[in-house]
């Protein structure tokens, strides 16, 4: 039996569409998106291990990722998928298509962070162990928000009150587990996975307000993937799909209707 908490979104029959989250988030982050921009497609929207309501068992390595993503799709009868993977998530489905190619029809890459400076790393660590959470919801609410572009606020407060529970120390906190949060960060400064003996199609989606789209990353999928990648480049944060949600979709749109 799968280990992983599923929500499903569209088309029962529709074309599979494997959703991927990134680190400290959970796979209902899709729903917009898939509802409202590809509901004629079937989704399947993971809570990775260590997040959401999946277990929270260790290991939290790619390789886990990646045989627990495959276990998903043999419980659900899925034998290829597109796969959509955000910042941590576009990694594992990045080790997916290197993994088992024949299971990835084509791979959409959301602000990918793969290759990230080591030199971070510490920081996001730091803040994280040292994060005392919240004393209220309406006070998480608050701090989700701050600073948030005006498209996005209303996607964030979603994020609050899909994903916020009590903790056991009686403070509220995001459902994720934060020693699988910082194993993830940790993963993301390995190298990244050559895809070259995988000839399926790549498209990669930059936020040009971030640095996290490295140029390693950009070099080494240029060179495994040549005219099999396609790039789009957005004036956004991170969070593309909050931030510009109508780009994003008519970037995955022209992506997932093309030849492959």
Request: proline letters at 5%; aromatic letters at 6%.
């Amino acid at each position: 039996m799968a280990v992983l908490n599923l929500h499903h979104y569209g088309a029962p029959d529709g074309a599979p569409t494997l959703a991927v989250h990134g680190v400290t988030a959970h796979g209902e982050r899709y729903r917009r998106l898939a509802q409202e921009a590809f509901p004629e497609r079937r989704w399947l929207a993971v809570d990775l291990r260590g997040h959401g309501r999946s277990t929270w068992d260790g290991p939290w390595t790619v390789e886990q990722h990646v045989a627990d993503l495959l276990e998903t799709l043999d419980a659900e009868g899925v034998e290829r998928v597109e796969v959509v993977g955000h910042s941590y998530g576009g990694m594992i489905g990045l080790h997916l298509l290197a993994t088992s190619p024949e299971r990835v029809a084509r791979l959409a890459l959301l602000d990918p962070a793969i290759e990230l400076p080591g030199e971070w790393l510490p920081r996001l660590a730091d803040e994280l162990i040292e994060d005392a959470g919240w004393a209220t919801p309406e006070e998480a609410l608050a701090k989700r928000i701050e600073g948030r572009v005006p498209q996005s606020v209303a996607d964030a407060t979603e994020d609050v009150q899909r994903h916020l529970h009590l903790a056991p120390d009686g403070r509220w906190r995001m459902r994720f587990c934060r020693g699988a949060a910082i194993a993830g960060w940790s993963e993301m400064a390995r190298r990244t996975v050559s895809v070259a003996h995988a000839s399926r199609p790549v498209l990669l989606v930059v936020a040009k307000q971030e640095e996290i789209v490295r140029p390693e990353l950009r070099a080494s999928l240029a060179r495994d993937l040549g005219d099999r990648l396609a790039t789009v480049e957005l004036d956004c944060g991170h969070m593309v799909y909050w931030d510009s949600f109508d780009e994003t979709a008519s970037a995955l749109r022209a992506f997932l209707s093309s030849a492959a």
